[in-house]
């Protein structure tokens, strides 16, 4: 039979002795690196809230419970408060809390269990619409910088319409609002939205819409996750800010609309101008203007100070003497330069004319007259020959033409007859009974009618 004896176990160079921190901490080391990021769903339990701002809990189902330790600068992140008995889904990583030596989930993330199923459903329809190009930037339209009227869709019972009614009013209180009055939660919601946005853009009555609701979970905000409220935004032909939620929440219809506000009151704050800045800005550019008229006004003072002392300088009295003295002198040259041009003139005119006198043409055209009388004479007497020959001749040609003309036919009592187209009748064949005729004797003609066919 063995037995223990503790002298040889204590000398036993095989054994290696732990210290408790040392084996918390390897074993931490092990659950950290085998574990690096696990997601648990469970029912909240033992929920404690320390001054330190980190929230501990339990996580437990129907067999089994888990520490969990959440620390400060993840649970900002919440969108929601845990309370015990909360169904919920952590993502963390497996730790050793070696004080106790207890194994817990370090907690990074939590959601309610239900909006789970939500959140996933959520980026499969954002992923879905963003490949299609409904959220591209080259679709988002700007907001009018001041709009004639400004359309609000969104309950007419929450805080977020007196909360934007409150911001127009003290940011630009001219602008008229326009409420559409829907239903911003549960399965109602998504159509009355996509109906009021139809609406507003068939009545194209605002220049800009703000589609707006307060805070809430992610179930309370889905109505403006739906599909068909994404792209009736896109559809609608008046700009849409999108005011859904708080800062941290994102909708679907956030990344549809043409801008993004974090808050209601956000997106009323895009949507007009703030009548202080543009009063001040107007306030600038009036001293700008008042500053600009002024220096203008200085300029032309001192170009009217200028040319007055200009004028004084060169008075017209003091040019006009300068000037008939000056003509006088012109005058005076004028005179001397006509008497001596007069004289040369008068000099060489008279040498002009005695070279005339000398080279007269008078003798030459006394001979060329008394040539051309002679060629006249001669020139008539020719004519008058060639004339009388030509007429003898002319009256032979006339007398032969008359003995062989119709004329002399017609003297000896012959007639030319003609029908009514102006034939002459040759042949009997070319009248018949009762056909005008046409009958040209020596001195005249006369019309007559045909009694007698006879072609014989």
Not at 179 to 184: E, L, S
Not at 201 to 214: E, F, P, T, Y
């Amino acid at each position: 039979m063995d037995t223990f004896d503790p002298g040889s176990a204590g000398a036993s160079p095989e054994r290696e002795i732990y210290t408790v921190s040392r084996l918390n901490r390897e074993v931490r080391g092990l659950l950290e690196s085998g574990y690096s990021a696990v997601w648990i769903e469970g029912e909240l339990s033992n929920l404690a809230r320390p001054a330190s701002g980190h929230i501990y809990f339990s996580l437990k189902d129907a067999s089994a419970q888990l520490r969990c330790a959440m620390f400060r600068g993840n649970n900002r992140r919440l969108n929601f408060r845990p309370a015990d008995g909360d169904a919920v889904v952590c993502r963390g990583r497996l730790s050793l809390f070696e004080a106790r030596g207890e194994y817990q989930l370090v907690v990074d993330y939590m959601e309610a269990a239900g909006e789970g199923r939500l959140q996933r459903a959520f980026e499969a329809l954002k992923r879905k619409l963003a490949e299609e190009g409904l959220f591209d930037q080259a679709l988002k339209r700007p907001a009018p910088t001041l709009p004639c009227r400004i359309g609000v869709i969104t309950s007419p019972s929450g805080a977020a319409v007196r909360d934007i009614l409150h911001v127009l009013a003290r940011r630009f209180p001219a602008v008229p609002v326009r409420i559409y009055p829907v239903p911003v939660q549960g399965d109602s919601a998504a159509p009355a939205i996509v109906h009021a946005l139809d609406l507003a853009g068939a009545r194209a009555d605002c220049d800009v819409l703000i589609l707006a609701r307060g805070g809430g979970s992610l179930e309370d905000l889905w109505p403006f996750n739906e599909e068909m409220v994404a792209r009736a935004i896109r559809a609608c032909p008046v700009p849409v800010i999108s005011g859904v939620g708080h800062e941290i929440d994102f909708t679907i219809a956030d990344f549809a609309a043409d801008l993004r506000a974090p808050t209601p009151s956000g997106a009323a704050e895009l949507a007009v101008p703030d009548k202080s800045e543009w009063l001040r800005e107007l306030t600038g550019k009036r001293r700008r203007l008042d500053g600009a008229m002024n220096r203008r006004l200085l300029q032309l003072r001192q170009r009217s100070d200028w040319l007055q002392r200009r004028i004084g300088q060169l008075h017209p009295g003091t040019r006009l003497r300068q000037q008939a003295q000056r003509l006088d002198e012109l005058d005076q040259r004028l005179a001397r330069a006509w008497l001596g041009d007069h004289q040369r003139r008068r000099a060489r005119l008279a040498h002009l004319w005695s070279t005339l006198r000398a080279s007269s043409p008078a003798p030459l055209i006394g001979r060329q007259r008394q040539r051309m009388q002679l060629v006249h004479t001669r020139l008539s007497a020719a004519i008058g020959r060639a004339l009388d020959g030509a007429g003898q001749r002319l009256e032979l040609a006339r007398r032969a033409l008359g003995g062989l003309g119709p004329e002399s036919t017609l003297a000896r009592g012959y007639a030319i007859v003609t029908t009514a187209a102006g034939e002459v009748v040759r042949d009997p064949t070319q009248v018949s009974r009762g056909s005008p005729i046409d009958v040209r004797v020596a001195r005249g003609r006369f019309g007559a009618v045909v009694d007698d066919d006879d072609q014989s």
